[in-house]
């Protein structure tokens, strides 16, 4: 095998998670696809896309309209030897599932003493930019971040995409995998005879020197674009891309933050109680003599995600993040 | 240009010209509201059928339906129910009795719903997988599981003694209803694997007002799954009677979805395991859901925590204990069949031992490890459980300096 009998494939992110769906239903019979609208439409993103009519019925599952119902009933396909991935079709729609992924998925394997593994995935679209109504922009990672039991991850591309997502099918735990839907049509090559990172480790998608930004999932490619910008202004960022939010990959921080002294972390979901505050308060302890300034957070504020006319002031945008990175550069 | 709805324009017509109409409309609305409310009370609800098979006073009765289901029933066989009932009933006893000593932090008795669950736990094959609330330690007993695994929650040890696929009997669930639909997944599992089995769920009438239980009801009608959900109505949710859950008897509500319900007698051993092998005969014949209504009381408490005296009377307790599920079954055993006095005896001998077991596993029950704190949080491991064990490790070691340092 060549790396060029093998070259990758340019594609969407969302044509990645397909693909990758697509691989894991193939190699392992026990896989199954569940969600509203996953069979015949492909879902509304079109992730699940032809899975249905290759893969019958009985394997890619269009569900009743019953969130709790989806992943209940994926926990006990689950026990029953199954691997299930459920689509949650938006972000706000996960919350009547809240109970079963809180008090069942992510503490039967520690409650049956390590008798009893339930390997889920559970998809969510997540984040706003799309323009879209109500309950449909939202972020909310941090609220399944705090549940011991649970794996949370988010990619930032096609190819991490495709890789996290047979990763986590693969995994043993339960993993909430979030994906960036604003970036569903961006494409990347992807290449599956590759050897991908290990699932939880963060990657260093740009490295720099002076001021270290942290993102995951949506805002990797915006702060990309921030340091395009500080470049211009003759300042080194470096962007972390965090892909993994639990567990989170604290040593690669430390290691940039060692090196630049300052940390600016951007999310979508809102700042307050958010994953910036851990990664600040983690840091601080981690870092306290390396760091030149505090550790400051771009993201959403608390309050309601707005209407969409409002979202683009609400959303941490090339602007607010660049002038959270002059304000920590200024200390 | 001004665009309204048909609705707006509507509204304002009747508005308009024509206000008598509209009020005697409405007033005939409010009368056919009255009826129907009246109607719904009225509904088939008032006198619901309920299955016995044996009368409180032990008769047997016969049923052309269910009879064939414990058709070839050997007096053996109704010793053996028996017995089932008898130590099941003396464990619960123990076990409220080592929670009033301080052995246990709680305990949820199932004193009186003995036949409802020996009967169901009797009726279920190696290969059917059940699915229990807290409180069904009668049909743990009836699935081989070491009573004393049970008490490892309620004294503090752990969350679930037991390896579920052991005995096919999954951990005990406390949030009320979760597990009907794990149950509803497992059976749409077996119904993917082609195997000839079937799953049963147990919940409570309470739990029959949790979204999930209505969702399981839903998603196992839709796939046809093979299930049976075998509610046991104890007749009070901690303080709530039935009546705060439902306008009509429970087991009417899987018309709604499209599946058989069945009341069945549920201090009625004979009837419980009748009804409980049809229903799982249904399911193994690809013929979907059931509900078995068990219609029981709970003679004790919620739990050692609750006090029932503030807001039932003592007389609705003596009532049913009339109706009491081995009191019953031994006037049968007595009047019916050639069991003397010897097995009643020996019984009661085993019954002490039982006891006796039960409290000195109990008593010697150690606590756990420090570490497992830790334990089976996650099956693949996670970098922040492992740093904050290696902390705790830390900070339990600074205290074995100190105290080795003040014995030197």
């Known amino acids: ?331 | 240009m001004t665009v309204e709805s048909t609705a707006a324009r509507k509204a304002r017509r009747s508005a308009g010209g024509k206000a008598g109409t509209t009020g005697t409309k409405s007033s005939t609305t409010g009368t056919k509201r009255t009826t129907s409310r009246t109607a719904a009370k009225k509904a088939p609800g008032t006198e619901p059928e309920l299955v016995q098979l044996l009368t409180p006073e032990g008769k047997r009765i016969k049923n052309a339906e269910y009879d064939p289901y414990v058709a070839g029933i050997t007096p053996e066989e109704l010793r053996g129910l028996y017995r089932d009932m008898v130590l099941t009933r003396r464990f619960d006893a123990e076990a409220t009795v080592l929670q009033r000593q301080g052995e246990l932090g709680l305990w949820a008795s199932l004193l009186g719903q003995e036949a409802a669950q020996i009967g169901s736990g009797r009726a279920v094959t190696d290969d059917d997988y059940i699915f229990p609330t807290y409180r069904e330690h009668g049909v743990a007993w009836c699935r081989g599981v070491d009573p004393t695994n049970l008490l490892g929650m309620f004294r503090g040890v752990n969350n679930g003694g037991w390896d579920p696929n052991s005995n096919n009997f999954h951990l005990y669930t406390i949030v009320i209803g979760s597990q009907t639909l794990h149950a509803t997944g497992y059976a749409m599992g077996l119904a993917k694997d082609g195997a000839n089995s079937a799953v049963i769920a147990y919940f409570g009438d309470g739990a029959s007002s949790q979204g999930d239980v209505a969702e399981a009801f839903t998603f196992s009608a839709v796939y046809n799954a093979p299930v049976v959900f075998f509610c046991q109505n104890n007749q009070w949710a901690i303080s709530e009677p039935t009546e705060k859950q439902t306008r009509v008897p429970l087991y009417q509500r899987a018309q709604g979805y499209g599946f058989p319900g069945v009341r069945v007698d549920g201090n009625d051993v004979l009837a419980c395991l009748a009804v409980t092998k049809w229903a799982l005969e249904r399911a193994r014949n690809g013929e979907g859901p059931t509900l078995v209504e068990a219609y029981t009381y709970r003679m004790g408490a919620h739990t050692t925590n609750d006090d029932p005296t503030r807001y039932r009377h003592d007389d609705e307790r003596a009532a049913w204990e009339a109706k009491d599920p081995i009191a019953r079954l031994r006037s049968y055993l007595q009047s019916q069949t050639d069991t003397d006095e010897g097995f009643f005896a020996e019984l009661e001998t085993e019954s002490e031992a039982l006891g006796r077991r039960v409290r000195e596993v109990v008593r010697t029950m150690p606590d756990p490890d420090h570490f497992a704190i830790f334990e089976n949080v996650y099956a693949d491991g996670h970098a922040l459980v492992d740093e904050e064990r290696a902390e705790f490790a830390a900070y339990q070691e600074s205290f074995a300096d100190v105290e080795e340092g003040k014995q030197r």
């Open chain 1, 1 to 331: 095998m060549t790396a060029q009998a093998v070259a990758g494939k340019n594609m969407a992110l969302a044509k990645a998670i397909n693909e990758s769906l697509r691989k894991a239903l193939e190699s392992d019979p026990k896989v199954l696809i569940m969600g509203e609208d996953v069979g015949k439409l492909g879902g509304v993103f079109r992730v699940t896309d032809g899975l249905q009519k290759d893969f019958g019925e009985d394997r890619v599952i269009d569900t009743p309209l019953a969130e709790s119902g989806i992943v209940g009933t994926a926990i006990g396909l689950a026990l029953r030897g199954y691997r299930p991935v459920v689509e949650i079709q938006f972000d706000g729609f996960v919350f009547p599932a809240y109970d079963q992924i809180v008090t069942q998925l992510a503490k039967m394997h520690a409650r049956s003493l390590g008798k009893v593994k339930l390997p889920v995935v559970v998809r969510i679209p997540y984040g706003g930019g799309i323009g879209a109504v109500e309950h449909h922009s939202e972020s909310p990672e941090s609220l399944f971040a705090h549940v011991a039991g649970l794996k949370i991850v988010s990619p930032s591309n096609a190819s991490d995409a495709y890789w996290m997502m047979q990763q986590a099918i693969q995994s043993d735990d339960p993993v909430i995998f979030f994906e960036p839907k604003r970036r569903y049509w961006d494409k990347a090559e992807v290449n599956p005879e590759a050897i991908p990172a290990p699932l939880h480790k963060a990657q260093v998608v740009r490295a720099g020197t002076d001021l270290t930004l942290v993102a995951y999932g949506p805002m990797v490619k915006l702060c990309r674009e921030v340091a395009d910008a500080a470049a211009e202004e003759g300042r080194s960022l470096e962007v972390l891309d965090l892909r993994s939010v639990s567990p989170l990959d604290f040593d690669s921080i430390q290691a940039s933050v060692e090196k630049t002294g300052r940390l600016v972390v951007v999310h979508e979901a809102p700042v307050f109680f958010g994953s910036g505050a851990e990664i600040a308060a983690r840091i601080t302890e981690r870092c306290f003599y390396h760091l030149e300034a505090p550790v400051l957070r771009v993201g959403g504020y608390h309050a309601p995600y707005p209407p969409a006319r409002l979202e683009e002031e609400y959303l941490p945008n090339l602007d607010r993040v660049l002038d959270a990175v002059d304000r920590s550069l200024a200390y």
